[in-house]
Protein backbone atom coordinates (compact mmCIF):
# COMPACT_ATOMS: atom_id res chain seq x y z
CA UNK A 1 0.00 0.00 0.00
CA UNK A 2 0.94 3.28 -1.20
CA UNK A 3 1.41 5.43 1.65
CA UNK A 4 3.53 9.26 2.82
CA UNK A 5 2.76 10.57 6.70
CA UNK A 6 4.29 14.30 6.94
CA UNK A 7 4.27 15.97 10.40
CA UNK A 8 6.07 18.47 12.11
CA UNK A 9 4.97 21.35 10.43
CA UNK A 10 3.82 24.55 12.61
CA UNK A 11 3.60 28.00 13.05
CA UNK A 12 6.75 29.99 14.01
CA UNK A 13 8.50 33.37 14.02
CA UNK A 14 10.62 34.55 11.52
CA UNK A 15 14.49 33.02 11.88
CA UNK A 16 12.85 30.03 14.01
CA UNK A 17 13.11 26.43 13.16
CA UNK A 18 11.22 23.42 12.39
CA UNK A 19 11.72 19.82 11.49
CA UNK A 20 9.88 18.09 9.25
CA UNK A 21 9.36 13.98 9.37
CA UNK A 22 8.30 12.09 6.47
CA UNK A 23 7.59 8.09 7.17
CA UNK A 24 6.94 6.51 3.79
CA UNK A 25 5.56 2.90 2.57
CA UNK A 26 8.60 0.59 1.64
CA UNK A 27 7.51 0.33 -1.87
CA UNK A 28 7.88 4.48 -2.04
CA UNK A 29 10.96 4.49 0.34
CA UNK A 30 13.09 1.73 -1.16
CA UNK A 31 16.15 2.64 -3.33
CA UNK A 32 14.39 5.81 -4.58
CA UNK A 33 15.60 9.21 -4.19
CA UNK A 34 13.71 10.96 -1.75
CA UNK A 35 12.29 14.49 -2.04
CA UNK A 36 10.14 17.42 0.19
CA UNK A 37 7.97 19.50 -1.99
CA UNK A 38 5.90 22.66 -0.70
CA UNK A 39 3.02 24.26 -2.19
CA UNK A 40 1.79 27.96 -1.05
CA UNK A 41 -1.19 29.40 -1.36
CA UNK A 42 -1.70 30.52 -5.42
CA UNK A 43 1.90 28.77 -6.61
CA UNK A 44 2.76 25.66 -8.04
CA UNK A 45 4.11 22.89 -5.95
CA UNK A 46 8.13 23.39 -5.91
CA UNK A 47 10.93 20.86 -5.09
CA UNK A 48 12.73 22.32 -2.44
CA UNK A 49 15.16 19.38 -1.79
CA UNK A 50 16.28 15.88 -2.84
CA UNK A 51 18.34 13.21 -1.44
CA UNK A 52 19.17 9.77 -2.59
CA UNK A 53 19.51 6.32 -1.29
CA UNK A 54 23.45 7.00 -1.12
CA UNK A 55 22.87 10.18 0.88
CA UNK A 56 23.36 12.78 -1.74
CA UNK A 57 21.31 16.02 -1.29
CA UNK A 58 20.53 18.91 -3.47
CA UNK A 59 18.31 22.29 -2.64
CA UNK A 60 16.91 24.44 -4.35
CA UNK A 61 18.90 28.32 -4.34
CA UNK A 62 15.95 29.54 -1.96
CA UNK A 63 16.67 27.34 0.92
CA UNK A 64 20.37 26.81 0.64
CA UNK A 65 22.39 26.72 3.54
CA UNK A 66 19.07 26.73 5.44
CA UNK A 67 17.54 23.77 4.86
CA UNK A 68 18.83 19.95 5.05
CA UNK A 69 17.24 16.80 4.26
CA UNK A 70 18.47 13.66 5.88
CA UNK A 71 16.64 9.65 5.89
CA UNK A 72 16.70 7.19 8.19
CA UNK A 73 16.90 4.08 5.61
CA UNK A 74 15.98 1.28 8.51
CA UNK A 75 12.75 3.60 9.14
CA UNK A 76 11.55 4.64 5.93
CA UNK A 77 11.54 8.03 6.58
CA UNK A 78 13.06 11.40 5.30
CA UNK A 79 13.48 14.60 7.13
CA UNK A 80 13.79 18.01 6.51
CA UNK A 81 15.30 20.36 9.23
CA UNK A 82 14.42 23.75 8.69
CA UNK A 83 16.58 26.60 10.05
CA UNK A 84 16.34 30.61 9.45
CA UNK A 85 12.93 30.16 8.22
CA UNK A 86 11.48 33.44 6.52
CA UNK A 87 7.88 34.27 6.14
CA UNK A 88 8.18 33.13 1.94
CA UNK A 89 8.57 29.63 3.42
CA UNK A 90 5.06 29.39 4.84
CA UNK A 91 3.56 26.76 2.88
CA UNK A 92 2.00 22.97 2.63
CA UNK A 93 5.36 20.71 2.49
CA UNK A 94 4.94 17.04 0.94
CA UNK A 95 7.32 14.62 0.81
CA UNK A 96 7.48 12.15 -1.96
CA UNK A 97 10.07 10.04 -4.51
CA UNK A 98 11.77 13.23 -5.89
CA UNK A 99 10.59 12.63 -9.76
CA UNK A 100 6.76 12.73 -8.32
CA UNK A 101 4.24 14.34 -10.51
CA UNK A 102 1.01 15.94 -9.16
CA UNK A 103 -0.75 12.23 -10.70
CA UNK A 104 1.17 10.42 -8.46
CA UNK A 105 0.22 9.45 -4.72
CA UNK A 106 0.34 12.11 -2.09
CA UNK A 107 -0.03 12.39 1.55
CA UNK A 108 -1.70 15.39 3.51
CA UNK A 109 1.45 17.54 3.88
CA UNK A 110 2.43 19.61 6.63
CA UNK A 111 1.45 23.22 6.86
CA UNK A 112 4.25 25.59 7.99
CA UNK A 113 3.17 29.13 8.84
CA UNK A 114 6.43 31.60 9.63
CA UNK A 115 5.41 34.65 11.01
CA UNK A 116 7.10 38.36 10.17
Known amino acids: QVQLVESGGGLVQAGGSLRLSCAAS????????MGWFRQAPGKQRELVAT???????AYTDSVKGRFTISRDNTKNTVYLQMNSLKPEDTAVYYCNRAIATLGDVWGQGTQVTVSS
Open 26 to 33: ASIFRLNA
Open 51 to 57: IDNVGTT
